[in-house]
């Protein structure tokens, strides 16, 4: 039996891609914080990870492989899709929708997250490890 | 990795509030530049910021359907332009004055100088943010560096 390392690391991979794509769409509003017209945006959590467990279900885009030699179109996977634009909580004069301290807010718990999904991924890791050398 | 694009975008917002900055500065410093005539009279300038799409790369400016699309992420944001405030200059009857015209007036820039440490306090509060963003997403990836360790 070998060891199957998209198996072994669950979802923290996935997870850990999420924080950082995340990071970036929050970092384009605070850079956009003074752009008129610009709205904000987030990625929502719950749909992304409903998208991920349908496709670990049936499959990257429901591929099915009639032959043991295809491969599985893992890793494809379309998450700017879910990409929703923040309800803004008072208007400005320019149609700016971006609230600098929430999406800082948003921003700090997001690298909070990151550093979880981290530090589950690298216990996977370190069990892994453990479990080769068998010490 | 989209970590390091954070990067790119807390870059553009620095380089764009840099230029807010740098306009302030030059409206403050020509707060009390007078003339003669009100061509030649100092206007206040402000930079036009806009976003940068993803697929903006090329250089070509899609304004109108700035967010049609969903997909577009963004990368950061830009100076389009920078522009001279049009509204009135401020003459004022000054005879002893070198500058004055032969009716004894002379004409200051509409630079307000309150809105211009506003805006400066507010620039200076978004390079702030930026330089944050950046930092963080710095010990984001030096994390990620230390994985398996």
């Known amino acids: ?63 099915e492989r009639t032959n043991s030699m295809h491969i599985d179109a893992q890793g494809l996977s379309d998450e700017d899709g879910t990409m929703q634009y923040r309800v803004p909580t008072q208007p400005s004069l320019d149609q700016n929708t971006v609230d600098a301290q929430i999406e800082q807010a948003n921003y700090a718990k997001n690298s909070v997250d990151f550093q979880a999904s981290f530090t589950l991924l690298n216990n996977k890791f370190r069990g892994l490890v453990t479990a080769i050398k068998g010490e | 990795m989209s970590l390091s694009s954070v990067f790119n975008i807390a870059g553009t917002g620095m380089s764009a509030q840099t230029t807010r900055l740098n306009t302030t500065a030059s409206n403050i410093a020509n707060a009390e530049t007078v003339s003669s005539s009100i061509d030649q009279t100092y206007r206040a300038r402000h930079p036009v910021f806009a976003t940068v799409l993803a697929d903006q790369a090329g250089g070509t400016s ?79 990836m030096q994390k990620v560096l230390t994985l398996g360790q």
């Open chain 1, 1 to 63: 039996m070998g060891i199957s390392f998209d198996k072994a690391l669950g979802i923290h991979e996935q997870a850990l891609n999420f924080r950082a794509q995340r990071a970036e769409v929050l970092a384009n509003n605070l850079a956009n914080a003074d752009t008129p017209n610009y709205k904000a945006r987030d990625v929502d959590f719950s749909s992304v990870l409903a998208a991920q467990a349908d496709k670990a279900q049936h499959g990257s885009f429901g591929l």
């Open chain 2, 62 to 140: 899609g304004s109108n359907s700035l967010f049609d699309d969903q997909a577009n992420g963004g990368q950061g944001v830009q100076v389009s332009g920078i522009v001279e405030d049009q509204s009135n200059l401020e003459p004022r009857y000054e005879p002893n004055n070198p500058a004055a015209n032969k009716d004894g007036y002379v004409y200051y820039p509409n630079v307000n100088v309150v809105e211009e440490m506003a805006d400066m306090i507010s620039a200076s509060r978004s390079f702030q943010t930026n330089a944050d963003i950046m930092n963080t997403a710095k010990t984001m």
